[in-house]
Structures are given as structure tokens and as C-alpha cells.
């Protein structure tokens, strides 16, 4: 599975002009069209929810897969659906809170053309959980009471260390085994001149909805994105005094785990070209050095 990207760059930055857009001109391309939610919606948690839409150039008997965004953030996977324009019964997070900047993202799955994939962000609307409300409420309170009071204590003189010389050991450099929990496997040590390098990332065979992030050094430098075949470049900025470990993040399997991503690592002179594979218990990474 930080973040100040451009409207859903986290999930979908290939969204051009016209994805934002009522239509496509061009008739040979897939279109999606939600319906609902729409700007006046207010989806009420617990309160199952309802999606429709309509397309253009796409089968029926192709899927559409649906995702809930709040501030640039994916913060529910809602399903993948059979394009038949609606599916209901929908059952939200109860944990999601209220507000009024939620968005439901569609993206066209398997499509004929990979290079012209359907894809469509509703105008924002408003999600009201009363419950998830007041348990924020009470945990505020019980944060505010719950400050201990500061004891004043004696402290001690320091006393002078002897002027003698210690030989402090050799630091090795720290390489980091797990991150939340998941195993951190190492499959490759880089090298390059430069310490701001680019990288783009893309999906590594078939799109089947993998939703990853990349970490450098144990920050996110791209959060919650879905994998397509289009190439997402970043730029980073490496630590030329230590190993930077770079490593893939999965937030779901997709229809084909494990999630596998391509990745080209540049600094404009030199190129390095790898696969990374993660899943929910381990996620694999990359040492870079700089010379």
C-alpha cells in the first residue's frame, strides 16, 4: 500500500484533461461516466451505499473497478464491478469520518487498448458517520485528560570524565530488516554518481489493480498509487553518506499476486533497470550509494 500530490497523483496520475472532463471526442476510446455519488450526495455510514455509471466503448461483460478517495488519498477499495452500470449494497469502512472532500475514482480493467485506459473522479460530496464522530470526540478528551503532571526532580552534578582516549568501533551502515511488521528482502546494491537520481515505476506484466507506495529510507515518496502501464517518474534526492534503501509497499494483491513492479532508477548518465515483488508480509528493496 507524505503526500501533496496533484488531485489523486497517489492513486491515478495519469489523469489527463479530458479524464476530468463530461466526455472524450474521440469515439474510438473507452469513456466511463459516474452518476452517482454526485456533488449533492451525502452517504450516511452505516447506510449501504449505491454506484452508478455509464460508458462508452466498453463491453459489458468487461470490469470496472471503483475506489474512495479523501484528500488525494485512497482510503477504501469499494470492489470490482461487472459494467452494467450500477451496483448496490455497498458496505463503507466504519472507521472513515466524516467530511465533505470524498471522491469515488472508476478505472476500466483489462482494457483492448492498454495505452487508452477509461478512467473517471466524481465531482467531491460528503460522508457523515456520526459514530466514528464521537469516538474521535472522546478520545480527544481522554487524550487532554490523561497529560501527566511534571515532578520536579533532583538532578545530580555531572562529573568530569577522565581525559583518557577511547577508540570508538567501526559503524557499520544500518540496514533496515522490516517495516510495519512486513520482512525487508534485499535484492540488489546500486551505485551512482549523482544523488538526485530519477525513477519510474510501472506496472510489471498485466494491470490487475495493484495499489502500491514506495518508501526511500523509510519515507513514503509515493503513496497509495495504482499501478498502470503508464510510466509514473519521481524525483528523489539520495543520502551520499549511507546506503539508501528503496523498497515497494503492497496495500492489496491485485488479481495476480504477488504485486510486481518494473522500475528504472536513473541519475541522467547511468540507468538501472529492476523488478520488485511485495506482498502483505514482505516487501522487496534496493540498496543505492552514491560514489
Known amino acids: 500500500m507524505r503526500q501533496s500530490p496533484f488531485l489523486i497523483l497517489c492513486l491515478l496520475s ?31 455510514i452505516p447506510d449501504k451505499i449505491t454506484l452508478k455509471w455509464n460508458t462508452i466503448n466498453i463491453d459489458t461483460s468487461k470490469t470496472i473497478r471503483f475506489f474512495l478517495v479523501r484528500n488525494e488519498m485512497v482510503v477504501q477499495e469499494l470492489g470490482t464491478f461487472k459494467n452494467d452500470g450500477f451496483e448496490e449494497g455497498i458496505e463503507l469502512a466504519k472507521n472513515i469520518g466524516s467530511g465533505s472532500r470524498y471522491q469515488v475514482v472508476a478505472i476500466e480493467l483489462f482494457p483492448d487498448d492498454k495505452y487508452k485506459i477509461a478512467k473517471r ?13 464521537e469516538r474521535k470526540k472522546k478520545q480527544q478528551l481522554a487524550n ?7 515532578k520536579k526532580s ?7 570524565p577522565k581525559n583518557t582516549e577511547v577508540t570508538q568501533p567501526e559503524k557499520k551502515p ?12 534485499y535484492t540488489k546494491e546500486l551505485q551512482f554518481d549523482s544523488e538526485n ?10 494491470q490487475d489493480g495493484d495499489i502500491v507506495s514506495i518508501y526511500l529510507n523509510g519515507v513514503s515518496v509515493v503513496s497509495k498509487y495504482y499501478l498502470t502501464y503508464w510510466k ?23 488479481d495476480s499476486p504477488p504485486n510486481t513492479v518494473s522500475v528504472e532508477i536513473s541519475d541522467g548518465k547511468k540507468s538501472e533497470n529492476i523488478v520488485l515483488n511485495s506482498d502483505l508480509q514482505s516487501c522487496e528493496a534496493v540498496l543505492i550509494s552514491v560514489k
Do not use: C
Open 197 to 206: 537520481i530519477t525513477i519510474k515505476i510501472w506496472d510489471h506484466g498485466r
Open 174 to 185: 544500518v540496514i533496515r530488516e522490516t517495516f510495519e511488521g512486513r520482512k525487508i528482502s
Open 232 to 254: 509514473k517518474e519521481f524525483n528523489v534526492k539520495l543520502d551520499p553518506k549511507k546506503s539508501n534503501d528503496l523498497f515497494l509497499y503492497a496495500h492489496n494483491l491485485g
Open 121 to 133: 473522479v466524481t465531482p467531491f460530496f460528503t460522508i457523515t458517520n456520526a459514530a466514528s464522530d
Open 144 to 150: 487532554t485528560s490523561s497529560v501527566p503532571s511534571k
Open 154 to 160: 533532583k538532578t545530580k552534578k555531572a562529573i568530569a
Open 14 to 44: 495519469l489523469f489527463t484533461a479530458t479524464s476530468f472532463g463530461q466526455g472524450n471526442m474521440d469515439n474510438k476510446n473507452s469513456v466511463i461516466n459516474l452518476t452517482k455519488p454526485d456533488t449533492g450526495t451525502n452517504w450516511n
